[in-house]
Nanobody, 116 residues
Framework: QVQLVESGGGLVQAGGSLRLSCAASGLTFRNYNLGWFRQAPGKEREFVATITWNYGTTYRESVKGRFTISRDNAKNTLYLQMNSLEPEDTALYYC??????????WGQGTEVTVSS
């Protein structure tokens, strides 16, 4: 079965950096569009960044210039480099995979807490 497992979350001070990873198994990784989403306490889940099967990227406006999404098809792994973190970035971060504009596989999430 398909599994997406996130790691790399933690507690960091404002201005700091974290690198999230998402290890995938059970799917032909290179064929999938992938994304990072987040959900803060009391808020709805929101898109953070996406990368298509052919490496096209999109970012949420508030993270542009601070976050970088990337993928390593040889390692079946998705990454999110997060720099200049702000308290507003505090959330549970999920990776997701899909095709045809729909994300059908989701991980369990990794928690990111940014202290001021």
């Amino acid at each position: 079965q398909v599994q997406l497992v996130e790691s790399g979350g933690g507690l960091v001070q404002a201005g700091g950096s974290l690198r999230l990873s998402c290890a995938a198994s059970g799917l032909t990784f290179r064929n999938y569009n992938l994304g990072w989403f987040r959900q803060a306490p009391g808020k709805e889940r929101e898109f953070v960044a996406t990368i298509t099967w052919n490496y096209g990227t999109t970012y949420r406006e508030s993270v542009k210039g601070r976050f970088t999404i990337s993928r390593d098809n040889a390692k079946n792994t998705l990454y999110l480099q997060m720099n200049s973190l702000e308290p507003e970035d505090t959330a549970l971060y999920y990776c997701a995979g899909g095709t045809n504009g729909r994300y059908v596989y989701w991980g369990q999430g990794t928690e990111v807490t940014v202290s001021s």
